[in-house]
């Protein structure tokens, strides 16, 4: 389940429950309609905090749920396959919104998982419990065409890269810092809701253009936002 809150300028989206968060189509419809609720009603000054609740920020996509919906004629595969297509459109969202984004890891982050939380602009995480892990290398499965082109933009060590996608590391904040993952470690996940709510805040202050703040962003990450059905030119309604 996931709730969106607004803050004064803030829009707080919280993956809610000590549930593992996976995001099966239940979620990421829930998920789809709170980001464009947030984007209708933003303003210069408006930001996006996405957190979460218990142990897991997100587990990834919900593979119980593939297997059982399957049935006897379809195939698990298939209905993983339609959460890849599904969740696709949630990184376009995300790449669209016009404000700034914020993550606050609070908990574990893996594989479509990571790639929710790392769909935001800055993503602080805490550093006693909780790691980022892409599991597919070890689960046996391929990445979608968007996942290893979101690698590719958002990533630029390419031994962090192989690291996280080829050796299925799991990784702790502090490294993940040093990996240049994530922005910021901290103490605990109260204290890592906090300073990402700070930084919400110091980011909503600079009243930014939304449209032009999302064009410039979608500029940053042409490949990626052309596989998620995005214009990524980054043409943007300037007043020149
Ligand atoms: C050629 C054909 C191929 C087929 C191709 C088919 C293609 C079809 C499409 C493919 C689509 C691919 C894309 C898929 C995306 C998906 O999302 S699929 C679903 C993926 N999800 C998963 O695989 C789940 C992965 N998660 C896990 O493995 C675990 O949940 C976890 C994240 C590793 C957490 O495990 P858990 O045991 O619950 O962890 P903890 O108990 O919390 O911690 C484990 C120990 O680590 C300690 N710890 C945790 N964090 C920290 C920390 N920050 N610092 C220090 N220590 C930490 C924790 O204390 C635990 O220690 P112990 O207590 O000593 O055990």
Redesign the pocket.
């Known amino acids: 389940m996931c709730t969106l809150q607004k803050r004064g300028n803030i829009f707080i989206l919280t993956l809610a429950g000590d549930d593992?968060h996976?995001?099966n189509p239940t979620l990421i419809s829930t998920l789809r309609s709170h980001l464009s609720q947030a984007k209708a009603q933003s303003t210069r000054g408006s930001a996006l905090l996405t957190l979460a609740q218990g142990?897991?920020f997100s587990?990834?996509?919900?593979?119980d749920w593939a297997e059982k919906t399957a049935g006897p004629s379809g195939s698990a595969?298939d209905k993983?396959?339609e959460?890849?297509e599904l969740f696709r459109p949630v990184v376009a969202d995300l790449m669209d919104l016009p404000m700034p984004t914020v993550a606050a890891v609070t908990?574990?982050a893996?594989?479509?998982?990571m790639?929710l939380a790392l769909s935001h602009d800055h993503v602080l995480m805490?550093?006693?419990?909780?790691?980022m892990?892409m599991?597919?290398v070890?689960?046996?499965?391929?990445?979608?065409d968007y996942?290893s082109t979101f690698f590719r933009a958002k990533v630029a060590s390419p031994a962090a890269r192989r690291n996280v996608l080829l050796n299925g590391m799991?990784v702790?904040?502090e490294d993940a810092v040093a990996m240049g993952l994530i922005d910021s470690a901290h103490d605990d996940g109260e204290k890592t809701v906090e300073a990402a709510m700070q930084l919400a805040e110091k980011l909503g202050k600079r009243k930014w253009d939304g449209v032009v703040y999302s064009e410039i962003r979608k500029s940053l990450y042409p490949e990626l936002c052309g596989l998620v059905g995005l214009d990524g030119t980054g043409t943007t309604t300037s007043r020149l």
Do not use: C, W
């Not at 805490?126 to 790691?131: N, P, T």
């Open positions: 593992q996976r995001l142990k897991f587990n990834g996509f919900d593979l595969r993983l396959l959460m890849v908990g574990h893996a594989a479509a998982g790639v805490r550093r006693d419990r909780g790691i892990y599991s597919e070890d689960i046996g499965l391929t990445l979608p996942f799991k702790k904040a």
